[in-house]
């Protein structure tokens, strides 16, 4: 496809001209201005805070802009409300969830509907079926959203977005939760998206899928576009110069300068083995129709170790990671903290303990997004002293502890009263760290922590992780990114089909080792 810009032939279907939003202390976007055309995918990258959320929200209604306009088919346009946006035939996925969770994915994908219009029943399965089978899913139409997987989850809300955008697609942090073939198909359906003529604005950290995706490549720091890289332009540069030159762009300088490595990968850890510290004998965990059955888990973890829990998303790692943490309960088996069963236990208890959990849902689960910063770093310490004495919160104590946490985590805010849902994704999520990681405590277990992150703050999530370890923590990292398997595990463990296939050393041969075991559905002895 030639780049439109380049031809001068086509008019843009959307322009912004000159766009500026402001917040309290804060320059979201700073006379922001390109186009999207139709039939063509145009990345947005950018650091967490680097505007792209905010200039989302202005193109799906949910803000208007303090500066400048956004031009619609050559007709200026104010999108006062997502239901114009969606009128227009601009539809939205965003990084974190808007759908129910107590609701079936039908009913999700009816969110929204006129009240009084009889729903056509058939007219939405046939609906449903056919975008899924466009994506090549396999998704349980009548079970409730919140049983299925953060990365099931995610796949409704691409389903619900093209079932009402027409025109304009735009997918933020699409493939977060998403595993290597789920990103295949979706890639697959935004080709197909784009071939009929759709324009689809994605937001991504990854570079190689914004190589892979992109027609046109822009580029946000400090909410100022610093740069837009065309398909023709890129031609003449292999993938490592261009990702040279896009990292240069979001940071002005390599992202090795700004933080030190977090290790080499198989680098040898000049440590002797610690004691055992986190345990399970045998762990089962009751399945349900969108969650395959825990069974038989046995694991041990010692002082100081990285234990990684690879696999495709939906093998039952999320519920691994709740009953470990006291959210979900065990049918079978034992849960022992240096030696003493905790199965029994429920979350504050094996808090106490010092045993850790840090969500892959940083909003929905991790934080209540309306409450301030430094109450959310005390959730789990509410009634405590010395922040609470007889039931009565302490401000002075309260603040003081907050703002200490904000300044050793660089948790970007403009005060500790700051809501936390008003805080980008990689603000949010040194948040959580601090909370979890505070106090010294024995066994932390990580899940997905660094998905939906940019580059720098992904960097520094990946040495706050290595640096907790190294001072004797027990670790359990999940993720569904191998690359960070591989960089900060000691060993590594499988799961498939909600069973452990192998547990393997973190030496020159686990990627292939890895990468074959998660395309096994047999578990191994």
């Given at each position: 496809m030639k780049d439109p810009q380049s031809t001068g032939t086509p008019a843009p279907l959307v322009a912004l001209e000159t766009i500026s939003k402001r917040f309290?202390?804060?320059?979201?976007?700073?006379?922001?201005?390109?186009?999207?055309?139709?039939?063509?995918?145009?990345?947005?990258?950018?650091?967490?805070?680097?505007?792209?959320?905010?200039?989302?929200?202005?193109?799906?209604?949910?803000?208007?802009?303090?500066?400048?306009?956004?031009?619609?088919d050559g007709r200026p346009v104010r999108l006062r409300s997502p239901r114009q946006a969606l009128r227009l035939g601009i539809g939205s996925v965003y990084q974190h969830s808007s759908l129910a969770p107590s609701l079936s994915v039908l009913e999700?994908?009816?969110l929204g509907a006129p009240w009084w219009r009889p729903l056509n029943k058939k007219s939405i399965r046939d609906a449903f079926r056919s975008i899924s089978g466009q994506l090549q899913l396999s998704l349980a139409e009548d079970a409730p959203l919140g049983c299925l997987s953060l990365g099931e989850q995610q796949m409704v809300e691409i389903i619900k977005a093209l079932w009402l955008g027409r025109r304009l697609l735009i997918l933020d942090e699409a493939t977060s939760l998403l595993p290597p073939e789920g990103i295949e198909k979706l890639q697959r359906a935004v080709l197909q998206l784009k071939n009929s003529g759709t324009a689809v604005l994605f937001i991504t950290h990854k570079l190689t899928e914004a190589l892979a995706f992109g027609d046109r490549i822009s580029v946000l720091r400090s909410g100022r576009l610093v740069g837009t890289l065309h398909r023709a332009g890129r031609r003449c540069l292999d993938n490592e110069e261009m990702k040279h030159r896009i990292i240069t762009m979001m940071f002005g300088e390599e992202p090795a300068e700004q933080e030190p490595a977090?290790?080499?990968l198989w680098a040898p850890r000049q440590r002797s083995a610690g004691r055992l510290v986190l345990q399970t004998d045998g762990l089962g965990i009751a399945g349900s129709a969108a969650e395959p059955e825990v069974r038989g888990v046995?694991?041990?973890?010692?002082?100081?170790?990285?234990?990684?829990?690879?696999?495709?998303?939906?093998?039952?790692?999320?519920?691994?990671?709740?009953?470990?943490?006291?959210?979900?309960?065990v049918s079978a088996g034992l849960i022992l903290l240096e030696g003493e069963e905790i199965q029994a236990l429920d979350v504050a208890a094996r808090q106490r303990r010092g045993l850790r959990y840090i969500t892959d849902d940083r909003l929905g689960e991790g934080t209540i997004a309306a409450l301030p910063i430094e109450i959310n770093l005390l959730?789990?310490?509410?009634?405590?002293?010395?922040?609470?004495?007889?039931?009565?919160?302490?401000?002075?104590a309260i603040e003081r502890h907050a703002r200490d946490l904000i300044r050793r985590y660089d948790i970007r805010t403009p005060n500790a009263a700051t809501a936390i849902g008003r805080l980008s994704g990689g603000n949010i999520q040194k948040a959580l760290l601090a909370r979890e990681l505070e106090g010294q405590p024995k066994a932390v277990i990580y899940n997905k922590p660094t998905h939906g992150l940019d580059l720098h703050n992904a960097q520094r999530a990946r040495a706050a992780i290595a640096a907790q370890a190294q001072k004797g923590t027990a670790t359990l990292l999940i993720s569904t990114d191998l690359d960070e398997i591989l960089e900060l595990s000691d060993r590594i463990a499988v799961m498939s089909a909600g069973a452990l296939a192998a547990v393997v050393a973190n030496d020159e041969n686990a990627r292939a080792r890895v990468a074959r075991l998660m395309t096994d559905s047999s578990p191994q002895t």
């Open positions: 309290p202390g804060v320059i979201a976007n700073n006379r922001i201005s390109f186009a999207l055309y139709a039939g063509e995918v145009h990345v947005l990258l950018g650091e967490n805070g680097a505007g792209k959320s905010t200039l989302i929200s202005l193109l799906s209604g949910l803000q208007q802009p303090d500066e400048g306009k956004i031009v619609f999700n994908l009816c977090t290790r080499h046995s694991l041990s973890l010692a002082a100081g170790e990285v234990l990684g829990i690879a696999g495709v998303e939906g093998n039952g790692q999320k519920q691994l990671a709740e009953a470990l943490a006291g959210q979900r309960p959730l789990k310490r509410i009634g405590e002293p010395p922040f609470w004495r007889h039931g009565v919160a302490q401000p002075k």
